[in-house]
């Protein structure tokens, strides 16, 4: 069954005939490869590998997943279904949505524990349907909730690629450009490049031009020298997690963005829906930053860019504080400064 259009036509993840199909994220914008997957184990390494990445696209892809691991029971099975929760967890740390998907995952399989196992697919796909589903719903919602708060005629700019690609389809921070230009409220958008997987300059910006929004390619070095001529009226990003207290992990980068968007009187928003928050979390600084190989840094794709041995860091994610936040818009609502008290109610009085 399923597979659900996202809006704009990328389907970045589709599931049908007992079979998950990612769309390789690591060879756009040059080639457009769909990998088939049958086992969890591959789908796991999938993640890791970032054949498929951004929050809400991993916890959907997780989902599928355990359905795959499922259909192997009944088969044979190469992995227990209880182990396939624990490698898929194992995909990626940072990412909230990648557990918060398995546990819904979870708690339907103990709900239909003692039925059948063809029941149990079923209700397993079911649940995978709606993560998917949902998905694409919110990001819509929040597409005109953020639009909402921008002027006619800004431009703005965004950060590594939080757009259908990223997300079950239309895209948190993407959704809100989307509904943005659609409204007219958005003229241009700068995409900064992303070093080191280049996910603006090869996502965002493959997105952005296939439905024709303007879009300028500014290296990440480029952003103050930008934002200091004042064209730019907001950034707007997506996020991995976001604690309770309204700090927020989101790429590499992200945190020197807010840092002058502040200094320059540009306005910040991030997007992301309420399966980014992590309430268990207090503060920002405790959310766990996946740090990737050295080699990502020293080469761009095959091509070795720095001394043979020379030592890099590469931590994927950073924490922007809540201070440098103008608005996170999430499917519930707009929150605003002070965050902690609103997001605790936002997200418990709407379930
Ligand atoms: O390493 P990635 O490409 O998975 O990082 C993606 C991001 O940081 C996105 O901004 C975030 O996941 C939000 S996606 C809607």
């Known amino acids: 069954m399923t597979s659900l259009a996202p809006l704009n036509g990328v389907h970045a993840i589709q599931f049908s005939n007992n079979q998950l199909t990612l769309l390789d994220q690591r060879l756009l914008p040059e080639q ?4 088939h997957y049958t086992q969890a184990s591959d789908v796991a390494q999938a993640i890791t590998d970032m054949v498929v990445r951004g929050a809400p696209a991993i916890g959907i892809t ?10 192997a029971q009944s088969e044979e099975s190469t992995l227990e279904l209880e182990d396939a929760f624990h490698v898929l967890a194992k995909s990626r740390p940072t990412a909230v949505n990648l557990f918060w998907a398995l546990d819904k ?18 209700a397993l796909l079911k649940t995978a349907d709606t993560i998917h589903q949902e998905d694409i719903l919110n990001n819509q919602t929040m597409g005109e909730l953020g639009a909402s708060l921008i002027e006619a005629g800004s431009q703005v700019y965004t950060h590594c690629n939080a757009g259908a690609l990223a997300t079950g389809g239309y895209g948190t921070a993407l959704g809100v450009i989307r509904s943005a230009v659609a409204n007219k409220k958005v003229t241009h958008v700068y995409a900064g490049e992303t070093r080191p997987w280049l996910q603006g300059a090869r996502l965002t910006a493959w997105e952005l031009m296939r439905d024709g929004i ?3 390619l500014s290296t990440e070095g480029a952003a ?18 976001i604690s309770a207290n309204g700090d927020v992990a989101n790429k590499i980068g992200t945190y020197n963005l807010a840092v002058l968007a502040k200094h320059h009187g540009v306005k910040f928003m991030v997007v992301a829906p309420s399966s980014t928050f992590d309430l268990t979390i207090l503060e920002g600084k405790h959310i766990p930053i996946e740090d990737r190989a050295e080699h990502e840094v020293t080469h761009i794709q095959e091509q070795k860019i720095a001394p043979e041995n020379c030592p890099a860091i590469n931590p994927s994610f950073d924490v922007t504080p809540n201070e440098l936040i103008d608005a996170i818009i999430c499917e519930k609502g707009i929150l605003t400064a002070p965050f902690t008290n609103k997001i605790h109610n936002l997200l418990k009085a709407k379930g």
């Open 105 to 122: 995952m979870k708690s339907t399989l103990a709900q239909v524990q003692s039925h059948s196992v063809s029941e149990q697919i079923s």
């Open 32 to 35: 457009e490869t769909y990998i």
């Open 62 to 71: 997780a989902a599928y997943g355990i359905v795959l691991a499922a259909l």
């Open 214 to 216: 303007d879009v300028t």
């Open 224 to 241: 103050g020298q930008l934002l200091r001529q004042g064209n730019i009226k907001w950034i707007i990003v997506g996020a991995d997690r």
